[in-house]
Each structure stands twice: as C-alpha cells, then as structure tokens.
T-cell receptor
Framework: GAGVSQSPSNKVTEKGKDVELRCDPI?????LYWYRQSLGQGLEFLIY????????KSGLPSDRFSAERTGGSVSTLTIQRTQQEDSAVYLC?????????????FGPGTRLTVL | GEDVEQSLFLSVREGDSSVINCTYT??????LYWYKQEPGAGLQLLTY?????DMKQDQRLTVLLNKKDKHLSLRIADTQTGDSAIYFC????????????FGKGTRLHILP
C-alpha cells in the first residue's frame, strides 16, 4: 500500500480481555514504531523495531503489553487483561531505517476503548 | 525525564499568520519536529530542523529554533481553513536512541 495501515480502526473491548492491534508498515521500511496517544496527553513512545528486533522494551507501560514483528513487515501490539487506563489511540509509524527515524510516516491509528 | 511543552489552543483569523510555540527541556536534542494531525487521520510530518540550525523555511511554513532558550516555533503564513488541525512539537536526542518525545499538541482553530 501507499502508506502505513493499521487495523482495526476502532476496537471496543471489556476490561480483562486481550486485544491485538496490527500495523502494516510502508513496503521496504525496516524500522517500525508504536506510540500511544491518550486523551489530553501527548504521544507516548512505546517500542520500536529494527527488522524483527526490538532492542528496548522499556517504553512499554506494563508487562501486559507486548509487541512482535515477523518477516520484517507486519507488527502486532498485544495488550493482555486490558484495563480502562489502556483506552487510547495506538499509532504505528515506519521509516526506511533507524537512520531515517526523523522521517517517520504514521498510520491512522487504532482507537481502543476499554469498558 | 525530558519534556516538551506547548499551549493547547490557538485561534487565528483566516489570512493571518499563525505562530505556534513550544519549549523543551533536553539540552542535547538532535532534531526538532512539527507534526500535523487532522481529525481522524494519523500524524503527518510537516517539517523538522537539525539542532545546529536556527531557521528553516518551506513555502508557508517557517520554523525558528532558539537553542539557548530551548524554544521552537512554527509560523504558518496566510493561514487557511485547511490548516485547522492539532500541531505537535517533538524532539529527539541521539543520546536517547533517537526516541521522539512529543508535546501534547496545539489545536489551531481558524476564524472566518
């Protein structure tokens, strides 16, 4: 595709359920980033991948959050046992490589609502 | 941790210039950015400036960086209704693995 795509665009779930958010980066982009945008807050960096590797997972808010990337392309962000404070828009971005981190292209985001 | 601050709202009349201001705390920022977010859309990188520059101009956009005061501004000349959006200031630091830290965004409202 022409840009970064994310699915689903909206997800409503009950507290305690697990959710999976998907990101398809721009073809050929080796670096992929996940951010969270909570209401009234700025963007919070969560994790980045260079290829399939995520060297630093310290940005993930808790051990209920995990992310993986396979084949150097699609990435999934998984939130286990969701809590109401997990409600946010989750944004994915990609860049040609980590050296091009200053030119990240963002997807439209997944709006997660935890009831 | 490092922080980026910007005012939350700005109203400007159509045709006037908009100036969105931002301050940051990181004294060793490498890049500073302005992103635009339109309703229902993802973030769009508008422009970025390397920290050793003090100005960058791109058509209607002018970015000014005062590194001493850690102050970044975005000027939009001849503001149009299509400029109505949230504008995020951000910075990254090579000493921090280039992770980008964002401000909370300034909502620009265009008055007729």
């Amino acid at each position: 595709g022409a840009g970064v795509s994310q699915s689903p665009s909206n997800k409503v779930t009950e507290k305690g359920k697990d959710v999976e958010l998907r990101c398809d980066p721009i073809s050929g982009h080796t670096a992929l980033y996940w951010y969270r945008q909570s209401l009234g807050q700025g963007l919070e960096f969560l994790i980045y991948f260079q290829g399939n590797s995520a060297p630093d997972k310290s940005g993930l808010p808790s051990d209920r959050f995990s992310a993986e990337r396979t084949g150097g392309s699609v990435s999934t962000l998984t939130i286990q046992r969701t809590q109401q404070e997990d409600s946010a828009v989750y944004l994915c971005a990609s860049s040609l490589g980590l050296a091009n981190h200053n030119e990240q292209f963002f997807g439209p985001g997944t709006r997660l609502t935890v009831l | 941790g490092e922080d980026v601050e910007q005012s939350l709202f700005l109203s400007v009349r159509e045709g006037d210039s908009s100036v969105i201001n931002c301050t940051y705390t990181d004294s060793s920022s490498t890049y500073l950015y302005w992103y635009k977010q339109e309703p229902g859309a993802g973030l769009q990188l508008l422009t970025y400036i390397f920290s050793n520059m003090d100005m960058k101009q791109d058509q209607r956009l002018t970015v000014l960086l005062n590194k001493k005061d850690k102050h970044l501004s975005l000027r939009i000349a001849d503001t149009q209704t299509g400029d109505s959006a949230i504008y995020f200031c951000a910075e990254s630091d090579a000493n921090r693995d280039d992770k980008i830290i964002f401000g909370k965004g300034t909502r620009l409202h265009i008055l007729p």
